[in-house]
């Protein structure tokens, strides 16, 4: 049985992978930029490997947490369906959730594009 409980902890979840989602995406960028300025400068082949493998891990992350995203997603609309089937239409736990469940399907839309 959906509560209201429920939905606010999916719907912070949800917010919690975008920001996750949001911080690895930059800190990809921000390794790029490092392993590219290593290989500018000519570091030592040791050290642009290792820099190279924090990169891919980085780079990793980034499927997983679009994966664990739209487990979250498709387990916050569920519950969302089912308070809504229980008469509970309204109050701002609901309305936050459908906030969040566009925010993070704007999201989708974005990446795909």
Known sequence: MATIRNLKIKTSTCKRIVKELHSYEKEVEREAAKTADMKDKGADPYDLKQQENVLGESRMMIPDCHKRLEAALA???STLAE???TDEKEGPEIED???T???VEKEF???DA
């Open 83 to 85: 308070l809504e089937e």
């Open 97 to 99: 959730a459908k906030k």
């Open 109 to 111: 839309h974005t990446d």
């Open 101 to 103: 469940v566009a925010e």
């Open 75 to 77: 387990d916050l609309k």
